[in-house]
């Protein structure tokens, strides 16, 4: 294209002028295009954020419909999980014994998904956890961490280190956990010897928001400390109906915890995936308008140039 300009030069200035010529129409025309994306890498760019843009669409649309089957499973098992706290509250109130002691040792787990393009859901489980191991390195505290999920085991599995008691993923399917998916790690957690525990965890906001906290996790030994005087037992056993109690609270409490950040995760992806979606399509707009742009300035350049070769044929035959 640009050896066409060159011969109309030629042609214009005659053979002494037109390698001069030449020679800085080629330098001009390198400086602008040095950096600057040519029309087929931006058609095929264009190509490459469309097909992104289809399947972030598609994540979308599955994150919208297993989104309410998640939603109503959190709600129905939050009931049993408040009616248990009510119980518990219940039961510390009636006894002496002090259920949140910060001695002793502890236990620190959390709790993420399994996988990931959910917004900061695991991460700020994960910013939360590195802090926490930080801190209990520096204090060389007598701690065990627990790692729940796939995200979990990923990125805090070598900050645990040797003090990891035990870690779980590919909890449940696709379709989300189940009450028996939990029952094992329920049972190990209960038979876990620590003094005090804490989770980190996601708790529910709404469908656009979450906070991230520390909820208290009971030993089998606070249990057993509680007087609960006020309280009659069926088997008249008081340490067999508490341990027995202890073990409930565990699984129900964790099924809950899982279903809600069940949910989290879904709302959350739903969120993610129309937000890229978006952007996706704006992308493609002010791409589509370069390459228009580049496109039409091609074309103007070779008219351009085809009007100055016939220029310079016709001064060369009247001359």
């Not at 508490?242 to 995760?265: D, G, K, R």
């Not at 992308?283 to 070769?309: H, P, Y």
Request: proline share 1%; net charge positive.
């Amino acid at each position: 294209m640009m050896m066409m300009g060159g011969r109309a030069a030629m042609l214009r200035y005659g053979a002494v002028g037109a390698r001069p010529v030449l020679q800085m129409d080629l330098a001009q025309y390198d400086q602008q295009t040095r950096g600057m994306a040519t029309l087929k890498e931006l058609k095929l760019r264009i190509k490459s954020v469309s097909s992104i843009q289809k399947i972030t669409k598609s994540m979308k649309l599955v994150a919208t419909t297993r989104l309410k089957k998640a939603e109503d499973a959190f709600e129905k098992n939050k009931v049993s999980l408040n009616t248990l706290d009510h119980h518990l509250d219940l039961i510390r109130k009636d006894s002496d014994a002090d259920t949140s002691a910060a001695s002793g040792k502890e236990l620190v787990a959390c709790l993420t998904s399994e996988r990931g393009l959910c917004g900061s859901v695991n991460s700020s489980i994960t910013r939360a956890m590195k802090k926490l191991t930080q801190e209990r390195t520096e204090k060389n505290a007598d701690v065990n961490y627990v790692l729940f999920g796939n995200k979990a085991v990923q990125v805090l599995v070598r900050d645990a280190g040797t003090k990891g008691l035990f870690s779980a993923k590919d909890i449940g399917g696709r379709n989300g956990v189940k009450f028996a998916d939990v029952l094992p790690l329920a049972d190990r957690l209960a038979q876990a010897e620590f003094d005090h525990g804490i989770l980190v965890r996601n708790v529910f906001v709404n469908l656009l928001t979450f906070n991230t906290v520390e909820c208290p996790l009971y030993s089998r030994t606070q249990f057993l400390n509680l007087a609960a005087e006020s309280f009659e037992f069926d088997s008249g056993i008081k340490e067999d109906t508490l341990a027995n109690l202890h073990q409930w609270y565990m699984a129900v409490s964790l099924f809950s915890y899982f279903t809600e950040n069940n949910c989290i995760e879904i709302g959350q992806r739903m969120t993610s995936m129309d937000n890229a979606t978006k952007n996706a399509g704006e992308l493609i707009q002010k791409l589509t308008m370069q390459f228009n742009r580049r496109r039409q300035a091609a074309i103007t350049t070779e008219i351009t140039e085809i009007v100055s070769g016939a220029a310079a044929l016709e001064d060369m035959e009247k001359s």
